[in-house]
Nanobody, 123 residues
Framework: QVQLVESGGGLVQAGDSLRLSCAASGPTFSSYHMAWFRQAPGKEREFVAATKRTGDNTFYAASVTGRFTISRDNAKNTVYLQMNSLKPEDTAVYYC????????????????WGQGTQVTVSS
């Protein structure tokens, strides 16, 4: 069972950048597909980006394509989300998620979740 801990959130202005990190415990990180989701107040948790086990395939939500980049370093058991050109509508709690079976845009496809990190973008 993997444990996930996110970091890197904060308060920034529109147009700024942030890089989120998600550190995973355990020796089998490379066996997990990884994803980032986010949840704004009063809204459902939504898919942001995902990467396959080896990092050679990534997928993004339309709302972040061209601005966000997901990457992973299997040697460091860490997945990253580089967020550029941030907008106020990107404000949310960001969660990383992991699963050994599914590479999915649905939150139902992931068994393991971190506690989340808050990202707030002011206008």
């Amino acid at each position: 069972q993997v444990q996930l801990v996110e970091s890197g959130g904060g308060l920034v202005q529109a147009g700024d950048s942030l890089r989120l990190s998600c550190a995973a415990s355990g020796p089998t990180f490379s066996s997990y597909h990884m994803a980032w989701f986010r949840q704004a107040p009063g809204k459902e948790r939504e898919f942001v980006a995902a990467t396959k086990r080896t990092g050679d395939n990534t997928f993004y939500a339309a709302s972040v394509t061209g601005r966000f980049t997901i990457s992973r370093d299997n040697a460091k058991n860490t997945v990253y989300l580089q967020m550029n050109s941030l907008k106020p509508e990107d404000t949310a709690v960001y969660y990383c998620a992991a699963d050994t079976r599914y590479y999915s845009t649905s939150r139902l496809g992931y068994d393991y979740w971190g506690q989340g990190t808050q990202v707030t973008v002011s206008s």
